[in-house]
């Protein structure tokens, strides 16, 4: 079994963040009808879905939806810019949810106090059943007006990576480069999760091994068409697997990823 699965659920995003790669793709929400496709397909292959890959999953129109239809089999996790948390109610029951405070731009429609603020309000009580995870770049240009509210709300120094209350957390990150076929070689050498730990599901279908491939360049099937078995024993999946574990990056888009350290230089 997979550790976990993204399905990437929407596409569709309201910000146009710096540090995300962006979505190229047809803007696309997934029906209902398609997600309770993949649901069944999945069944016996993971116990966690993260609904996301590209796009803001709280812009789904049928969310609640969504979750009401996942959480029969699969434990839910979602990653989200926060600008639509209102819209996550305590009685879904998401395991977690994760919080990109470094996604705030002061060219939305909200004071930085006011996005804060509506946060802070729904992860008080959604904590009660889901764990919250703050995410935040070192390097967020908005990083001292955030912590310096979060201090205020939760009576703390922050001074890292911590616990502000039950079930609340918050975490600090380098920002990422997406991987692209556009941007020079990293490494042919090094090993990644993919595969072994995960796989991810675009908006279409299209079944790639992680969820830093937006644009589907390792398209190894189609969940609509294709069974996860068959996927598992093709080449190019036994050949990806079979490289990582013997420290080689045999993709092209893999050897320009750098979300692991490499265990040995260019």
């Known amino acids: ?22 979505n190229q793709r047809k803007p ?17 292959h993971t116990k966690y879905l993260y609904l996301h890959v590209l796009g803001e999953p ?28 209102k819209k996550i109610k305590n ?8 919080i990109s405070l470094h996604s705030y731009t002061k060219n939305s429609h909200k004071t930085i ?7 802070y309000i729904s992860i008080e009580q959604l904590k009660r059943s889901t764990y919250i995870s703050l995410r935040l770049w070192v390097d967020s240009e908005y990083k001292d007006e955030i912590i310096s509210f979060l201090e205020e709300k939760y009576h703390q120094k922050i001074t890292g990576k911590q616990k502000l209350s039950e079930n609340i957390y918050i975490d ?5 480069i997406w991987p692209s076929l556009d941007n020079p070689i990293l490494s042919r050498k090094g090993t990644c999760y993919a595969l072994k730990d995960h796989i991810a599901i675009l908006v279409d279908g299209r079944i ?8 589907g360049t390792i398209e190894l099937g189609n969940i609509y068409t294709d069974d996860l078995e068959t996927i598992k024993k093709s080449p190019r999946y036994q050949n990806m697997l079979q490289g990582f574990q013997n420290n080689q990056k045999l993709e092209p888009l893999c050897q320009r990823c750098n979300f692991i350290n490499k265990k040995y230089p260019h």
């Open 91 to 98: 009685n879904l029951n998401i395991r977690q949810i994760n």
């Open 58 to 85: 709280l812009l789904h129109p049928d969310i609640e939806k969504i979750i009401e239809l996942a959480k029969e089999d699969f434990f839910i996790n979602i990653t989200t810019n926060g600008y639509f948390i």
């Open 172 to 176: 600090f990150e380098h920002t990422f």
């Open 1 to 22: 079994m997979y550790k976990k699965v993204y399905v990437e659920i929407t596409n569709v995003c309201n910000l146009s963040c710096p540090f995300c790669i962006g």
């Open 208 to 215: 790639t091994p992680c969820c830093l491939d937006s644009l």
């Open 113 to 119: 106090e006011e996005y804060l603020e509506d946060i």
């Open 28 to 44: 696309e929400s997934i029906s209902l009808a398609n997600f309770k496709i993949i649901l069944q397909k999945l069944k016996g």
